[in-house]
């Protein structure tokens, strides 16, 4: 059974850096879309960046695009998150999605095209 654990969740100040991290296991690591989600309270789950783990496919959304860097370790089958120049805005429940499933090597940035799901870190920037 596929299990996602995240880490790496916290408090900072605007401007400041954090890196997620996603352990993954029950699943050969291999040609897999995973991503990266986000949901501030009384929102909906968003989609912040993918990646398609058996190419060099990667995508962000307009507003992490520049700040966010969405990479992968094969070796720890970890996925990794590092968000830099954070705002307030940014303030969510991190979580991290994964599906066997891709789109001609491309991997959707919507929730309900992920199988697996994490528990969520949380992330809080203050202003």
């Known amino acids: 059974q596929v299990q996602l654990v995240e880490s790496g969740g916290g408090s900072v100040q605007a401007g400041g850096s954090l890196r997620l991290s996603c352990a993954a296991s029950g699943y050969t690591y291999s040609n897999y879309c995973m991503g990266w989600f986000r949901q501030a309270p009384g929102k909906e789950r968003e989609g912040v960046a993918t990646?398609?783990?058996?190419?060099?496919?990667?995508y962000y959304v307009n507003s992490v695009r520049g700040r966010f860097t969405i990479s992968q370790d094969n070796a720890k089958n970890t996925l990794h998150l590092q968000m830099n120049s954070l705002q307030p805005e940014d303030t969510a429940m991190y979580y991290c999605?994964?599906?066997?499933?891709?789109?001609?090597?491309?991997?959707?940035?919507?929730?309900?095209?992920?199988?697996?799901w994490g528990q969520g870190t949380q992330v809080t920037v203050s202003s």
């Open positions: 990646i398609y783990t058996g190419g060099n496919y990667t």
């Open positions: 999605g994964a599906t066997d499933r891709a789109y001609d090597s491309t991997c959707p940035v919507i929730s309900i095209w992920y199988d697996y």
